[in-house]
Every structure is written in C-alpha cells, then in structure tokens.
C-alpha cells in the first residue's frame, strides 16, 4: 500500500522560514523505482501549480517564482524515500496548500494529502 505522509506546514511571517517534508512508503517504490519526485501547491480560487521537481539522478527543477528561495533535496534508505522542501523568504504569495508527488517509473503518479502553508503580511 503506497502512503505519502506529509507534514512542516503552518503559519509564518513574510520573510520567514519552513520546511516541508513527505514520506513516501509501499512495496510498489521497490518494485519500479521512482523517476522524479516533487511538490506542487494550490492557492483559494487557482489551478494546482508547479513547485519544483527533482529526479532520480538528482536533476532540479524549478517555478521561476521560487528559484533562489526555495529547495528541494531527497533521502532515500531502503524502506522510506523522504522528499523535503526548505522554503526560505516566504512571502504572502506562497500561500497554499503544499503537495507533494512521486512518479515512479511505470507511469504511475501518487500525491500526499496536502499541507497548508499560510504566510503573513
């Protein structure tokens, strides 16, 4: 059974720090492995976006809105793939509801069940 547990969301000034995490477990991540693995966000009244990304090979990617602030990094042990995002210089723009998505290599895509981020002005 595949889980995507994630937690480090909550409230914090602009110009503030937080950091995000999201545990990914199931037999499935053995059996295929995992291509890339990322977070997404979602504000009231707008389209699930884009984040950052990071591939199996250590490849980054991301948002144009959050380069230079924000970072990604994965650890991985045997059982567990633990994916995190380290949001420095938050702004009040940065609230959402934080997800994050693993794709493993047969196509599949697995999201966790979100955490709010709320930044204040």
């Known amino acids: 059974q595949v889980q995507l547990v994630e937690s480090g969301g909550g409230l914090v000034q602009a110009g503030g720090s937080l950091r995000l995490s999201c545990a990914a477990s199931?037999?499935?991540?053995?059996?295929?492995?995992?291509?890339?693995m990322g977070w997404y966000r979602q504000a009231p009244g707008k389209q699930r976006e884009l984040v950052t990304t990071i591939t199996s090979d250590g490849n980054t990617n991301y948002a144009d809105s959050v380069k230079g602030r924000f970072a990604i990094s994965v650890f991985r042990d045997n059982a567990k793939n633990t994916v995190y995002l380290q949001m420095n210089s938050l702004k009040p723009e940065d609230t959402a509801v934080y997800y994050c998505?693993?794709?493993?290599?047969?196509?599949?895509?697995?999201w966790g069940q979100g955490t709010q981020v709320t930044v204040s002005s």
């Open positions: 199931g037999s499935i991540f053995s059996i295929f492995g995992i291509n890339v």
């Open positions: 998505n693993t794709r493993i290599t047969r196509g599949d895509n697995y």
